[in-house]
């Protein structure tokens, strides 16, 4: 893993950032149907060989899907997710000793299967509501784990979200679920936070939350943003270019970038992306120009301090 975290006992991971205060978290959807790119690495050899790339620009952790969280998406069986995600984890774990591999589940049955296979990172959207069994299987293995905030479930989450206040109302359910996994036996230092960017939120919310993401930070752990490639990066382009349609994936760079380092200025320390690379270089500007003008910033380099 470049620059990544310590590796502990049993193969978990700590959540310590990079000297440059932050980690990458490398997409890689084994899916059909993903917004971004479903269908492209369904093939192991296909995924193994992006996982690999993404490792050699930076990656920190392969975060390693099989079923697809999109707007309207629906659901697919255990088994089915786990023929997907399977071979894939196991592939990279072997080629890659060390490297921090997550899996992206809601289903405890999965999780435990990557686990074994050489995943060693816990990353449920639901936030552990959809398993029962999915706390305690995090918590027996000592696996690090992001816990996200969705309005709703991926089928009807994009239908009217409506908040009286989105920051307050994610924060208060992201302190509610760090207090149940902690409950439940996770160790509070193995759980990152992550707002849900595009989970069940307007475009509107989706900027309120960036604007105010130092708010969630008082929930003394780090936060996780995924912005890459969003449909609402592509209206704002779109907008600013006169077009009525957002533009599309392939064109949402830029404002993946710009997303990116506004979220790490406001306190954001995790990354989950596509385009490991450019987001890195960005981000490493982004920490030498903070570094150099606030040297407190320095003391953010240990999120669980």
């Not at 509107?204 to 996780?224: Q, T």
């Not at 406001?266 to 003008?293: I, K, Q, W």
């Amino acid at each position: 893993m470049t620059g990544g975290a310590a590796g502990t006992t049993g193969g978990a991971h700590t959540t310590g950032v990079r000297s440059d205060g932050f980690r990458l978290m490398g997409i890689l959807n084994v899916t059909p149907d993903s917004f971004s790119d479903g269908g492209r690495y369904l093939r192991r050899e296909a995924a193994l060989e992006h996982g690999a790339r993404m490792l050699a620009e930076g990656a920190d952790i392969v975060d390693v899907g099989g079923e697809s969280t999109r707007p309207g998406a629906r659901p697919v069986s255990a088994a089915q997710e786990l023929a997907r995600v399977g071979p894939v984890i196991d592939g990279l774990a072997a080629a890659h000793p060390g490297a921090c591999i997550s899996i992206d589940t809601s289903k405890a049955s999965v999780a435990r299967a990557a686990l074994g296979a050489g995943a060693s990172f816990v990353n449920d959207v639901s936030a552990r509501r959809a398993d029962p069994e999915m706390a305690a299987l995090v918590a027996a293995s000592g696996a690090q784990c992001c816990l996200m905030h969705m309005q709703g479930e991926p089928r009807t989450m994009q239908l009217e979200p409506r908040y009286a206040d989105v920051v307050d109302e994610v924060k208060a359910f992201l302190h509610e679920r760090l207090s149940f996994a902690v409950r439940a036996g996770v160790c509070e230092q193995q759980v990152l936070l992550d707002p849900g960017i595009g989970f069940g939120k307007t475009l509107e919310h989706n900027l309120e939350l960036l604007r105010r993401l130092g708010e969630l930070r008082a929930l003394g752990r780090p936060i996780v943003i995924g912005t890459s490639r969003k449909s609402f990066l592509g209206r704002i382009a779109a907008s600013s270019r006169g077009l009525a349609e957002p533009v599309g994936v392939g064109a949402r760079l830029p404002g993946t970038l710009a997303s990116s380092v506004l979220a790490f200025e406001r306190g954001a320390s995790v990354f989950r992306v596509h385009d490991v690379g450019p987001v890195r270089e960005a981000l490493a500007v982004a920490a030498a120009t903070l570094g150099s003008r606030w040297p407190a910033r320095s003391t953010a380099k240990t999120p669980t301090s």
